[in-house]
């Protein structure tokens, strides 16, 4: 697991990414998290959902309970305009810290 | 699968979250943990294994609540304790904003009802308000406009005279009270602009002293304005509007100390104003008019129009004082021309408005103010209709321990917003109201001063319309709510409809019912007055004719015999075109001004009559051709013809009406009158001899009194400013203009200019109607309105009345009733209504009849047609009214009605 800073800085820019090109629920998001990170990250009902809602307040996501037929009603998360403003900057904001990660420690992120 | 929501509440407890909002966590948190099991479950975990996985998603017990605890949502503010200080004011309002929103939200066509009609009562208010802030309560847009007054000089018989220059000049040295005194020429004069291209132009002008700028407290945008140096110099300078500067020359500076060519002659362009100094009239152009060194002739000739400037802090008394002795000092010096003339003295504010206007300005205000009572009644009513049906909500409120000030205050919110949203549409009803209105006010009726803006002054007044009118019609139903006993309300349900708001609602409305006929009946005089007036007898037989006024430029025509000539040239040369029938000449058209007006007149050999009792008719110059072309007949005689030149002996045509009256009872022909101007009662008279006697033609569509007409032969009394008329052999006449234009363009290229007014003569008796046509609508407007407002006031009460009685209807229907059974009473209830409103509508139809009379005509004020019309034209639009209510007490399912409760 990465450490637990990083995590914390970069999970906005998770979920935004995770939402970007669709509206998906809740369970769905923290499973893609999941895969694409082969494992690596994780986000558990306790710190995935109060994110969701202060993306939410601050109008990055708008989330919708959709019914569908025979199902349950469930919460989708999509990215506003303002979201994808901010998710384009934050995208941004992380190469060049990472560039500049690489510049100064010699590591090779690429 | 378990029941999370246990667990997820005590770890969501401690934050303050509304209800709804916890609710909607835990479902959601509680799907996220659900599937988690089943996902694990599905890879092979055992119930118990699965269980406890998906509960460590939950983590320790506090880390939901720590990481909720900044978000908004989870801090609302403390719900009130009983007993706790009030929270703030603004949490309270709009907790009764959104309470009122969602009541309003539930009963969309109630809500509708009610926003429709405030709109409209609103928006026509807004309207007329624009007109009477315009007219009575908006400052003159000069600096310092209580400063300035108006100045005529007064004779006996004329309190308002015209000012000589000369005794201008005088009242400017000797005034102590005015600051500087200004003139102009009332009239506005059209000069011909040549431009640099060979193009030419007709451009409004005026003339005005050189003190006229000052006067008015205008000052340059750019240049000057007129200074003494220019009047004493008699210097050809003009100073232009701001609105005619950028359109002709493009707000280029480089215009100022240039010269441009007015009427063939140069003048020297000094100045841009802004347009308020059109205020007096509306002209594009003010050349200045020299008084220095007129000679002492000009003290007989009352032309001017003076305003004037008081010195700060002056009175308008002790400024008529001052006046006053001058005027009589001067009539000591020039006893010959000053000898009687006093001096009069107005507000400029007032001079310009009129008396009239503001007082139309205030009854229109008045009528909009008692539609917009209308609409409170209405509003009120759909209220109080409602009231009775939520008295339950409001028993269980007040049950529950909400005080009768609560109660009150979330009855009023709810009016003041229904009002709110009303004013709001009202202002965009008002604002379609004024941009439509300047296309169908004739032109004429309201000075050049008023120009009908939308402004914040508008938004503001429309605010506060809707906040009283919210509160009035909110009050009521208010206080009413509050008298609700608990106990007997919940008892009862809401199954008992009390008769007691009934009984008033039925009132209100039979009351806007009547104000609806009696309008509609108004409305419908002024609308047989005008097809009456359009349908007037004419008197000429001509169908299409197209007319325009030819002014020959005096640089080029000097005297009579060169004006004839061109007239002559330029009439051979239409007469030339394909399609022209005939062609004439005449200084005015039927139903068009009168440019001479009256001339007195006297038969020679008969007694003269007394000074002040001389008769007058209307004096008209036509060509020969005049009669033909417009298929006007000679009852006898005969017409003119070459004969009647200037040597020849002074001849005339009378008409029927001047034959009736001063010729009866001997034949006309031969007849010999003796003729002068009546502007000049001293002129010279010339002596005529009647050859003929034309049919009546109408001076005014809707004259009362027979226009009394003398026509004279062009040659003998030759004019510029002559309207030359062209009868097409078949066909519209308009489609001449072009090739007429152009025919007196291959006589005199730059003649061309002067020609204007290009008009048919019917587009001239549609303009002579536009008086008729614009009350009519006005008028029309409101009855439609009104009658609107008692339709929806009339479909309030059917729709509440049915809502009430929905169980009444199903348990007829469950019995058996038909359709006839079921709308028997709501139709019976409507016509109740209707009758009453009707009777006492048309009961007071003769009072209106009476005060419309003096604008009827040819209708009487109890026109019968009109008073079948409108019963008839309020039972169709009744109909509809009723429909939907019947519609829907027909579509009662019984089954439904008795297990409503």
């Known amino acids: 697991m990465l450490d637990r800073e990083l995590k914390k800085g970069s999970a906005e820019l998770i979920i935004l990414s995770i939402v970007e090109e669709r509206a998906r629920h809740g369970y769905e998001i923290s499973k893609l998290i999941e895969a694409r990170s082969a494992g690596q990250l994780t986000f558990h009902v306790a710190s995935l959902y109060p994110l969701l809602y202060r993306l939410e307040e601050r109008g990055w996501l708008q989330g919708r309970w959709i019914e569908k037929a025979g199902e349950r009603r469930r919460r989708f998360y999509g990215l506003t305009a303002e979201g994808r403003r901010v998710l384009a900057r934050q995208r941004e904001t992380w190469k060049s810290f990472v560039r500049a990660m690489g510049l100064v420690t010699g590591v090779d992120h690429v | ?901």
């Open chain 2, 1 to 901: 699968m378990s029941d999370w929501s246990g667990a997820l509440r005590q770890r969501l407890a401690g934050l303050r979250l509304s209800p709804a909002r916890e609710a909607e966590i835990v479902e959601e948190l509680s799907q996220h943990l659900d599937q988690r099991y089943e996902d694990l479950r599905a890879d092979g975990a055992s119930d118990e294994e699965a269980r406890r996985a998906a509960a460590e998603e939950l983590l320790d017990p506090e880390t939901l609540n720590r990481s909720m605890r900044t978000l908004r949502q989870a801090n609302l503010p403390l719900p009130r304790e009983p007993g706790a200080p009030a929270p703030g004011r603004l949490g309270n309002v709009s907790q009764d904003v959104r309470y009122a929103a969602r009541m309003l939200l539930r009963q969309p066509a109630f809500a509708a009802a009610g926003i429709v009609t405030l709109a409209l009562g609103i928006g026509v208010n807004t309207a007329i308000f624009a007109l009477v802030d315009a007219t009575l309560l908006r400052a003159l847009p000069l600096p310092d406009p209580d400063r300035l007054v108006m100045v005529w000089e007064r004779t006996e018989r004329t309190p308002r005279s015209g000012v000589a220059p000369l005794n201008l000049i005088d009242w400017q040295e000797r005034t102590r009270t005015f600051e500087v005194l200004g003139g102009m020429v009332p009239n506005v004069g059209g000069m011909v602009m040549a431009g640099a291209d060979g193009t030419a132009e007709t451009v409004p002008r005026q003339w005005v002293t050189a003190a006229f700028f000052d006067a008015l407290g205008v000052k340059p945008i750019a240049g000057r304005t007129f200074v003494p140096d220019d009047d004493r110099r008699r210097a050809d300078v003009v100073v232009l509007s701001e609105g005619f500067w950028r359109a002709r020359f493009g707000a280029d500076p480089g215009v100022i100390g240039r010269d441009i060519r007015l009427d063939g002659s140069p003048y020297t362009v000094v100045g841009v104003v802004p347009d308020a100094a059109q205020l007096l009239a509306r002209t594009s152009i003010w050349a200045m008019l020299s008084t220095h060194g007129a000679p002492p002739a000009a003290r007989g000739a009352y032309f001017l129009q003076a305003i004037g400037r008081l010195k700060p802090g002056v009175t308008i008394d002790a400024a008529g004082a001052d006046m006053s002795a001058i005027a009589d000092a001067l009539a000591r010096e020039f006893p010959t021309t000053n000898t009687g003339r006093g001096i009069t003295l107005a507000p400029m504010h007032e001079a310009v408005f009129g008396a009239e206007l503001r007082q139309t300005s205030m009854l229109f205000l008045g009528v909009v103010a008692v539609v917009l009572l209308i609409c409170c009644a209405n509003v009120a009513n759909l209220l109080l209709a409602r009231a009775t049906t939520r008295t339950r909500e409001l028993a269980i409120r007040s049950a529950l321990g909400a005080d009768r000030r609560r109660i009150i205050r979330q009855l009023l919110t709810e009016s003041l917003l229904l009002a709110g949203i009303g004013g709001a549409l009202g202002l965009a009803v008002g604002t379609v109201i004024l941009r439509a209105a300047p296309a169908m006010i004739p032109q004429g009726l309201l000075p050049t001063a008023v120009t009908l803006t939308f402004d914040l002054r508008l938004v503001v007044f429309c605010a506060l319309a809707a906040l009283v009118v919210g509160l009035l019609f909110g009050l009521a139903p208010a206080w009413h709510a509050t008298r609700i006993e608990p106990a007997p309300a919940l008892g009862a349900g809401s199954r008992t409809a009390t008769s007691r708001g009934g009984r008033l609602r039925a009132i209100l409305v039979a009351g806007e019912v009547a104000t609806a006929v009696l309008l509609l009946f108004g409305a419908g005089l002024l609308l047989r007055t005008l097809l009456v007036v359009e349908q007037v007898d004419r008197g000429y037989e001509a169908e299409s004719v197209l007319t325009m006024l030819v002014d020959p430029l005096g640089s080029q025509y000097p005297n009579d015999q060169a004006m004839l000539q061109f007239y002559e040239t330029v009439e051979h040369e239409v007469m030339a075109l394909p399609g022209v029938r005939s062609v004439a000449w005449a200084s005015t058209l039927p139903l068009g001004p009168s440019y001479f007006g009256r001339y007195f007149f006297e038969v020679v050999g008969e007694a003269a009559p007394v000074e002040s009792q001389r008769p007058a008719a209307d004096y008209q110059i036509v060509s020969p051709a005049y009669f033909e072309t417009l298929d006007l007949a000679l009852v006898t005689g005969r017409g003119f013809d070459d004969r009647d030149t200037s040597a020849s002996p002074a001849v005339c045509i009378v008409n029927e009406a001047f034959v009736r009256h001063h010729l009866s009872g001997r034949s006309p022909i031969g007849a010999r009158l003796s003729v002068r101007p009546s502007g000049a009662p001293r002129a010279q008279p010339v002596v005529r001899e009647v050859v003929g006697v034309a049919r009546q033609v109408k001076g005014r569509p809707d004259e009362t009194e027979e226009l009394l007409q003398i026509y004279v032969p062009l040659a003998q009394d030759p004019v510029d400013d002559i309207f030359m008329v062209v009868r097409p052999t078949t066909g519209l006449a308009g489609a001449l203009a072009a090739p007429v234009r152009a025919a007196i363009g291959r006589v005199d290229r730059e003649q061309l200019v002067s020609v204007r007014s290009v008009m048919t003569l019917e587009d001239i008796a549609w303009e002579a109607t536009a008086r008729h046509r614009f009350r009519a609508i006005l008028v029309m407007a409101f009855a439609g309105l009104a009658l609107l407002l008692a339709m929806v006031g009339l479909f309030g009460i059917l729709a509440y009345s049915v809502q009430q009685r929905v169980r009444e209807f199903g348990v007829r229907k469950a019995l058996g009733a038909g359709t006839r059974e079921v709308l028997r009473p709501l139709v019976s209830d409507a016509l109740r209504v209707i009758a009453a409103g009707a009777a006492i509508g048309l009961a007071s139809c003769a009072l209106i009849g009476q005060l419309l009379d003096g604008l009827l005509f040819g209708v009487r004020p109890l026109d019968p047609v009109t008073l079948a019309a409108v019963p008839l034209v309020l039972l169709l639009t009744a109909l509809l009214a009723v429909a939907a209510p019947a519609w829907r007490a027909l579509r009662i399912d019984p089954a439904t009605a008795l297990r409503g409760e």
